[in-house]
């Protein structure tokens, strides 16, 4: 099955929120609905590569989760770890390539082996692409782009007078990426927590009050219809945009 429909998709970001509600309501410990939410993840990935979408992107740890308590933060990357062992086979198979947008080197030791191993087995395909924002937040990315490019300035290789954004976002994480289409948060909260400012600029956004662990195909489907119905018009009238699926337009 392919997406079909007014609006062409190509990209959907997901921040997979709820774990720990959905735990709480159970009598469950959270890392529980961690645990849940991680097999939903394997789920999620399926129904993409099913309809055949180029880039999947979700938020798995942001900076501001170092806050949580040590035992859960732990107990997170011990799930990282099991998710990149147990699924590099699959990714491998089904032909996706594994990106971390995010500062991975900070995690933990065990943490970089697999993931190493499972970008680098994984880099050399391109027709999926799947996104994982690890360490992830959107203002430390703005400053480490804009650190970035300060220091290709003072060395001589970059002119500021000729600074416009499609040179810009090549510093972001995001690099090579198309901006998400569809931005989705699950749990019933109503914001976007630091994720991908920069990129979702034009996306349209997704409020599901399911919580992540209970989000299936069937909700992420209807996540996509609704997007499909909307008319996008990147700050143009409706009369000007005469082919909404045009990639063009955003960068105009
Ligand atoms: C939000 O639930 C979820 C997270 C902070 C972590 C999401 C991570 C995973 C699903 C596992 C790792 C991902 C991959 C790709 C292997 P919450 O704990 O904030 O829930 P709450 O708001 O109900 O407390």
């Not at 997170?76 to 991975?104: A, C, Q, S, T, W």
């Not at 992830?136 to 990315?141: A, D, F, K, L, V």
Request: charged fraction near 30%.
């Amino acid at each position: 099955m392919s997406p079909k429909g007014h609006n062409r998709l190509r990209h959907v970001a997901i921040i997979m929120d709820g774990n720990g509600r959905w735990a709480r309501q159970r009598g469950l410990p959270r890392i529980e609905g961690h645990r849940r939410g991680v097999e939903n993840v394997r789920q999620i990935i399926q129904v993409a590569r099913e309809i055949e979408l180029e880039h999947l992107t979700l938020f798995a740890f942001s900076v501001e989760n170092w806050q949580r308590p040590p035992d859960e933060i732990a107990s997170l990357m011990d799930l990282l770890e099991l998710f990149l062992k147990r699924n590099i086979k699959d990714l491998i198979k089904n032909e996706v390539r594994l990106n971390v947008i995010g500062r991975p080197e900070e995690l933990p030791d065990r943490v970089q082996k697999p993931l190493h191993k499972a970008l680098e087995q994984t880099a050399h395909f391109t027709e999926r692409q799947l996104n994982v924002a690890l360490n992830y937040g959107s203002r430390t990315e703005v400053l480490d782009a804009v650190r970035a490019y300060a220091e290709a300035v003072r060395e001589g290789k970059e002119d500021p007078r000729n600074l416009d954004w499609p040179h810009f976002e090549n510093y972001l994480y995001t690099r090579g990426v198309p901006d998400p289409d569809l931005l989705i948060r699950t749990s019933g909260e109503s914001r976007i927590s630091n994720f991908l400012l920069m990129q979702c600029a034009y996306s349209e956004l997704f409020f599901s009050p399911v919580f992540w662990p209970e989000f299936g195909r069937e909700h992420f489907l209807k996540a996509i219809e609704s997007y499909q119905q909307r008319e996008r018009r990147f700050g143009k009238t409706g009369e000007q945009v005469q082919h909404p699926t045009d990639h063009a337009i955003a960068n105009s």
